[in-house]
Each structure stands twice: as structure tokens, then as C-alpha cells.
């Protein structure tokens, strides 16, 4: 089970850091990432992190701004927003797959336990 925080309204070029709890025991053999869905859109990758931490990766939008991070003694993935924009406003999704995958540009099939999502505003 995967439990997200830490979304809410924020003004353009603010910040905020989502959070990822997870209820596994296998935690640190997992990849984890994040994904939203705005309105009207399809679910995208965000960002992910290897289940060693040694790797991370971006859609090219979110690099430089967003910054995926994990703690494995607290079953936790994080998501540190910096400079948002209008176009950031998704509700944004932490994700998670046992072991490896075989991509840098992962969908949302690549991954096969999902939390319930929580809501991110950027207002201009």
C-alpha cells in the first residue's frame, strides 16, 4: 500500500515536497516513482529512483526543478517541487515496482502498485 502527502495550492515559482509512505517490507527492493494526471490528460512519468538510489530520472519539463529522493529506513519516496508552474497542477501519484525496469521512460504499465494520488494547484 503506497499513501501520498504533502500536495495543496501553491503560487507560481513556489515549492512543495510531496511524500510517498509505503507498507511493504521489501521497500528498498523496489523502483519508486512518481506520476500525474491533469486535467483532461493522460497519466505521465515524472520522475523515478532505482531501488538501489544510485539513479534518477526526469521528464525533460521537470528537470532542474523537481528532485525524487528515498529513505529506505522509513519506507519513504519524496518529490521536492521548486519554481512551479500552472502547468505542474496534475494529481500527482507515487508508484512502485519490484526490482528493475527496463526503461528510462516508463509508463504507467511498468509499474504495478499505485497510491491514491494527491492533488497539486499551481496558480499564475
Known amino acids: 500500500q503506497l499513501v501520498e502527502s504533502g500536495g495543496g495550492l501553491v503560487q507560481a515559482g513556489g515549492s512543495l515536497r510531496l511524500s510517498c509512505a509505503a507498507s511493504?517490507?521489501?521497500?528498498?527492493?523496489?523502483?519508486m516513482a512518481w506520476f500525474r494526471q491533469g486535467p483532461g490528460k493522460e497519466r505521465e512519468f515524472v520522475a523515478f529512483?532505482?531501488?538501489?538510489?544510485?539513479?534518477?530520472y526526469y521528464r525533460d519539463s521537470v528537470k532542474g526543478r523537481f528532485t525524487i529522493s528515498r529513505n529506505d529506513a522509513s519506507n519513504s519516496v519524496y518529490l521536492q517541487m521548486n519554481n512551479l508552474r500552472p502547468e505542474d497542477t496534475a494529481i500527482y501519484y507515487c508508484a512502485g515496482a519490484l526490482g528493475a525496469i527496463a526503461t528510462t521512460s516508463p509508463t504507467s504499465a511498468d509499474f504495478d502498485s499505485w497510491g491514491q494520488g494527491t492533488q497539486v494547484t499551481v496558480s499564475s
Open positions: 529512483i532505482t531501488w538501489s538510489g544510485s539513479r534518477t
Open positions: 511493504v517490507r521489501t521497500f528498498s527492493a523496489f523502483t
